[in-house]
């Protein structure tokens, strides 16, 4: 984290959560701790062995991997049913919407790539009340190509995907940081890690926060209060990417791993390196394919 003005508990640190994705998406973690919903014959990525999958396209099996590393499963849960309380969010929907159309009504289905990708680049803001799980913008940490390959992989409604499956309940502090998609908006832990911070153009400092900065002070109390609450732009400012209240999401426990994990100042000078940080799917892709393109199945899994 850099010292401008402003970065202490106000500051934009955004720990996506990562995916998520729709009008009505909100971003959230369905980890273990909150019984997330699981579909009457579950097929997106479950915990352990991945047997009955299907034969799907690469760019499928590339959205299912990536669903569970921006951590739209914890939001939206396996199999995109949704369900994931937001309790604090009083007088709206009390629970993350399902992404996945044999869950949704009718009129609110998915029929395109476009319908999905707009709002996971746009955002959406429900309230701006402290703890509310917000859906945040995610350009600038998901490309083109990665959001095509979700979306993509919600119109082929959640086929089991063979090598994809996720940690429900991650208990180390850079397996959490990495599960619920820290790594993929602040960066690896620490100066000069990789990948680095994701830009945030709009933001005051131009890019998320680096955590276990040396030069920042932000206490531990402050990240706390900033994971739990979240944070979020001013009324009327799209694009910027926000911090998802996780308050709902991550586990007592999760959270008190973490923040000694990610704290800034000189303490974070003597922590001990961090493991290397995973390698996305078409992380070096730029371009998108046409929108609305069906996802085609090739002959093997």
Not at 246 to 274: F, H
Request: net charge neutral; hydrophobic share 40%; glycine share 10%.
């Amino acid at each position: 984290m850099t010292s401008s003005q402003g970065r202490r508990v106000k500051r934009t640190i955004v720990a996506l959560a990562a995916p998520a994705l729709v009008a009505a998406f909100v971003i959230a973690a369905g980890c273990a701790s909150l019984a997330t919903p699981e579909a009457p014959s579950s097929g997106s990525p479950s915990p352990g062995a991945t047997s009955g999958a299907v034969a799907v396209s690469q760019q499928v099996k590339d959205g299912a991997a990536l669903y569970v590393a921006f951590a739209c499963i914890r939001c939206h849960a396996p199999d995109g049913v949704g369900g994931v309380p937001n309790r604090l969010n009083v007088g709206g929907d009390d629970t993350i919407p399902a992404l996945n159309n044999a869950y949704r009504d009718p009129s609110e289905q998915f029929h395109n790539a476009a319908q999905i990708t707009t709002v996971m680049f746009e955002g959406s803001i429900l309230s701006h009340k402290p703890g509310v799980i917000n859906m945040p913008s995610w350009k600038g940490v998901v490309n083109d190509a990665q959001a095509s390959a979700i979306a993509a992989y919600i119109l082929a409604g959640f086929p089991q995907v063979s090598g994809v499956s996720y940690d429900a309940n991650p208990a180390s502090a850079s397996d959490i940081y990495t599960a619920f998609a820290c790594i993929t908006c602040h960066g690896q832990v620490g100066g000069n890690a990789t990948p680095a911070p994701a830009p945030n153009p709009l933001s005051p400092d131009k890019a998320v926060p680096l955590l276990r900065n040396p030069g920042d002070n932000v206490t531990i109390p402050d990240m706390r209060t900033t994971i739990m609450d979240g944070s979020i732009p001013p009324p009327g400012k799209t694009g910027e990417l926000l911090m998802p209240a996780w308050g709902q999401i991550m586990s007592s426990q999760q959270v008190a791993k973490i923040l000694p994990y990610i704290q800034d100042g000189p303490n974070g000078k003597s922590l001990p390196a961090p493991p290397a940080a995973p390698t996305l799917p078409l992380s070096g892709a730029s371009a998108s394919p046409a929108a609305g393109a069906s996802p085609a199945a090739s002959s093997s899994p």
